[in-house]
């Protein structure tokens, strides 16, 4: 068979939930396309929820970088991206956040009738019914230090509306991580009428006039055609999707003329508006405490392979504090989270110690997914312009948030677990060598999206339903189509796009 109804294309956190719900009451035919491996659950680096930092850089990962950033010291950043039935879920840190009530007032407020925070908690709470989240089970000693010096210093205990400090929340069931793959293809790969096509590359998708009618894939057989009777979905993600564009000659007419890529579609605005979370770390050594991981001892494996119990079940990251730099501000605009691992730059994986990671959260510097050439095997170029703004807003928001982290540091509760700085400069409380410190430290917390933003205004890549602007039968769904970057990790917030958009196609 070669024609479908429903071709989805990218089998991540969005392609697993539409593939899932599209072919749930058995009336379409649902042909899901993967890149990647179609078992990588095969792998113990993807169930045992300590060793997910070894995804990074393998054959489950994109192993995309940046070009080389201004306003991080000329640094090319790494940007993983997960490569696998699954997507970036399957390699991802399993925080589940579910975003500020301001960052979807926000939408709704910018003319997206019915994406309001009340109107969205529903797909939210069916997300929750299907991807099994859990608490922490086994925090490690100086977690507690972290809630304590939050409270000391004023911040409320506060995880539900994403303003204050909480203990984490993780992907997880059973003491093994839990992927969109497992939450949502289980039963559904049973299904005669879904079919999931792994180790698939998507070339380019194809147009009748603007009409979208079929994707051209490079798999095992090579190059071959597969027809969509009613719409491709693009889930390729936040680079992959844009990517996909413009290889298929949809994007800025100039660009596609520089390259070679027939116009479709002259849409200046994909691949624009690329956004990011920078997280700036800083790193100590431990004292008096093991880092879970670094050294994992024959008894904690064994503890762990007894009954899935222990420090092997951790997730790295134990604790958050959303915070408000500013009072006058309506929400917060730095994420600090507590880390139970020197993570960052000067990252040592067998070395024991702690890490706080301050975040931008609304950040203003917007950057570009653009082609390298017009080769699909080519990746595009990623371009972030991090700590770009003209007014330099962004850089000062981070030096007030690592000073806000720095304090939290001070408190007595860190006195006993604090050992080194692992980075020069992680403690300077110098205005200037806090900035410095960004520019040589800072990096991605992975959380890229908008590079083919929904909007109702002309520059949106897509409508409040997902279609692409001026072409019928394609519509992209995933973090590439969020209006704008939210205050939270983004597995959740996608997911939950997902599920809309899903509610959206089965209406049509
Ligand atoms: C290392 C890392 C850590 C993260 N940690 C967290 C976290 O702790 N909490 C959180 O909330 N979020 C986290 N995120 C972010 C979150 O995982 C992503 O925002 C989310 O998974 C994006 O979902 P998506 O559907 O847009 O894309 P993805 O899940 O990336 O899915 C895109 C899929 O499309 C496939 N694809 C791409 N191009 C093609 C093509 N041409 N042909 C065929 N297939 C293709 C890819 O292989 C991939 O499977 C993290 C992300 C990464 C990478």
Redesign the pocket.
């Known amino acids: 068979m070669s024609r479908w109804d429903y071709v989805i294309?990218?089998?991540?956190?969005?392609?697993c939930v539409l593939a899932d719900r599209l072919s749930a009451d058995g009336a379409a035919e649902v042909l899901l396309?993967?890149?990647?491996t179609g078992n990588p659950e095969t792998r113990p680096e993807v169930q045992v929820p300590i060793l997910f930092p070894r995804l990074?850089g393998g054959d489950l990962d994109?192993n995309f970088s940046t070009t080389p950033q201004p306003g991080l010291a000329d640094r090319s950043i790494p940007i993983?991206?997960?490569?696998?039935?699954?997507?970036?879920?399957v390699?991802?840190?399993?925080?589940?956040?579910r975003g500020h009530r301001a960052d979807y007032d926000g939408w709704a407020a910018s003319g997206l009738t019915g994406w309001s925070h009340d109107d969205l908690q529903p797909y939210f709470d069916r997300a929750e019914q299907r991807i099994s989240l859990t608490g922490l089970r086994y925090p490690l000693p100086v977690t507690p230090a972290f809630v304590n010096a939050c409270a000391r210093l004023g911040y409320a205990p506060a995880a539900e509306v994403q303003e204050g400090y909480a203990l984490a929340r993780a992907t997880h069931r059973d003491g093994l991580r839990h992927s969109?793959a497992d939450a949502y293809l289980g039963p559904a790969r049973e299904r005669p009428n879904l079919t999931v096509l792994a180790d698939?590359?998507?070339?380019r998708v194809l147009f009748e006039g603007t009409r979208a009618t079929g994707v051209e894939v490079e798999g095992e057989s090579g190059v071959e055609v597969l027809r969509a009777e009613r719409e491709v979905v693009l889930?390729?993600?936040?680079?992959?999707s844009p990517?996909?564009l413009l290889l298929s000659g949809v994007g800025p007419a100039g660009e596609l003329s520089r390259h070679g890529v027939p116009v479709v579609r002259d849409l200046p605005s994909v691949g624009r508006d690329l956004t990011d979370h920078l997280l700036v770390p800083l790193a100590f050594e431990a004292m008096g405490f093991q880092s879970p991981g670094a050294v994992a001892s024959p008894e904690q494996v064994s503890q762990y392979l007894r009954d899935r119990s222990g420090t092997l079940d951790s997730i790295i990251?134990e604790a958050l504090l959303f915070l408000r730099t500013r009072e006058e501000i309506e929400a917060p605009d730095i994420e600090v989270v507590h880390l139970v691992v020197p993570l960052g730059e000067h990252e040592r994986p067998a070395a024991h110690g702690l890490a706080l990671g301050v975040i931008l959260l609304r950040p203003r510097s917007r950057g570009t997914i653009t082609l390298r050439s017009a080769d699909?095997h080519d990746a595009p170029l990623i371009d972030p312009h991090y700590l770009s703004d003209e007014a330099g807003d962004d850089l000062a928001t981070l030096v007030a948030g690592i000073r806000a982290a720095q304090r939290i540091l001070r408190q007595p509760d860190f006195a006993q677990w604090l050992g080194k700085p692992l980075t020069d400069g992680a403690l300077s409380e110098d205005v200037d060598d806090i900035a410095a410190y960004v520019r040589a430290t800072g990096g991605s917390?992975?959380?890229?999206?908008s590079t083919c933003r929904m909007g109702t205004d002309e520059h949106s890549v897509v409508d409040p339903e997902f279609r692409v602007r001026g072409l019928t039968g394609l519509r992209v769904v995933?973090?590439?189509a969020m209006p704008s970057l939210v205050r939270?990790?983004?597995?959740?917030p996608?997911t939950m796009l997902?599920e809309r958009a899903a509610d959206v196609l089965l209406q049509h």
């Open positions: 294309v990218g089998a991540g956190s969005a392609g396309i993967e890149a990647g990074f994109w993983p991206r997960g490569k696998a039935v699954g997507g970036s879920s390699i991802n840190a399993q925080l589940w956040t969109s698939t590359l998507v070339r889930s390729a993600g936040s680079v992959g990517h996909l990251s699909p917390i992975h959380h890229l999206v995933d973090a590439s939270a990790h983004t597995h959740a996608v997902a």
